[in-house]
């Protein structure tokens, strides 16, 4: 039998949160904490990745510092050797929890969070005021010589200051900024999407916020990541760079592992292909379900780039809007 081959792992400790962002797609509070994989589970899962030559991971959540495991768990990674990217809003990072993040070797990047371009404007979308502890920890890791990424997550009010939210963070930190507007494919509900209204990007906006970005990447090169808004030239040349790929995708190179135990290649909770139990075994055979699914894969992504022929769009949540739209059809 023949099984998927897995290079990164994309692994949601928890869904229990510190905070509770008013546009999250997973609902993020402490509400979840019952669904959490148990330590031994984890430590499983991360294992069989180990021994089927997996060489990434990603620590998510959720909060994963709310898991009172997780040193734990970061301690049996670092035993295997395997470099990790650690995603943390940043709230609950004391000096001592810094410290000791810290000094494992596996830590590859700290990845944390900004929803705004100054503390009043970030809590006004998080809930809780993390604004000032994300930059104590950039600053510590920048000390460190340990990489750090920033995931600028904006809404409508806030997407004119985008280029003085960048100015203010690659001037004083040495870190990697991917900018990302919410959109009304990202938030919770259809209610919370009525509610939040005035959080949402919309479309006419994209064209704007891609110019945006496109221009800051030339401005800090290497300091810019792609953003998830994207034009017709830019997803037609990723789908050439990837057709010739055995698992076929723009979005879903990697297993992503939900709190519960689900395996999926996606990002989005939304997506409703899973393929059992990852605290079972991660092997996926590369079967008649998997190649199907490449197909929807597929069809999803040219589903989007003729959409974005018309305007630039959101392509990951967008291809997983496709998939989904195909399993209620089938």
């Known amino acids: 039998m023949e099984y998927l081959p897995i290079k990164t792992l994309y692994l949601e ?17 402490m509400h979840h904490k019952p669904l959490e994989m148990s330590t031994e589970q984890i430590k499983h899962i991360i294992k069989e990745f180990s021994e089927q030559g997996g060489n990434y991971i990603i620590i998510t959540g959720g909060e994963p510092i709310v898991r009172t495991d997780i040193f734990e768990i970061l301690s049996f990674i670092e035993n295997l050797g395997i470099p990790v990217s650690f995603a943390s809003n940043s709230l609950a990072m004391t000096p001592e929890r810094l410290e000791k993040l810290a000094q494992f070797n596996c830590l590859d990047t700290y990845f944390t969070s900004i929803l705004g371009g100054n503390a009043k404007e970030h809590e006004k979308i998080a809930g809780r005021d993390s604004y000032d502890k994300v930059l104590k920890a950039l600053r510590f890791f920048d000390k460190k010589e340990i990489a750090t990424y920033v995931q600028i997550t904006l809404a409508n009010e806030y997407i004119p200051e985008i280029k003085d939210i960048a100015k203010q963070l690659l001037s004083e930190y040495n870190c990697m900024v991917k900018f990302t507007p919410i959109g009304s494919l990202g938030v919770k509900s259809k209610d919370e999407t009525h509610r939040n209204q005035e959080l949402i990007v919309p479309k006419v906006k994209f064209k704007e916020f891609l110019e945006e970005v496109e221009a800051l990447k030339i401005k800090y090169p290497g300091r810019i990541d792609d953003s998830n808004i994207k034009n017709y030239d830019q997803i037609k040349r990723m789908i050439v760079e990837n057709s010739e790929n055995k698992l076929y995708s723009l979005s879903y190179g990697f297993l992503a592992v939900r709190p ?65 739209s195909y399993k209620m059809k089938h």
């Open 260 to 324: 519960n135990g689900d395996m999926s290649f996606s990002c989005n909770m939304g997506n409703p292909y899973t393929f059992g139990k990852a605290y079972e075994s991660i092997k996926i055979p590369m079967d008649e379900k998997l190649l199907q699914y490449i197909e929807i894969i597929k069809a999803a992504e040219q589903q989007v780039l003729q959409d974005s022929i018309r305007n630039v769009v959101e392509t990951e949540e967008l291809v997983d809007y496709y998939i989904k």
């Open 13 to 29: 400790v928890t869904h229990a949160c510190n905070q509770h962002c008013r546009h999250c797609y997973l609902d993020g509070g």
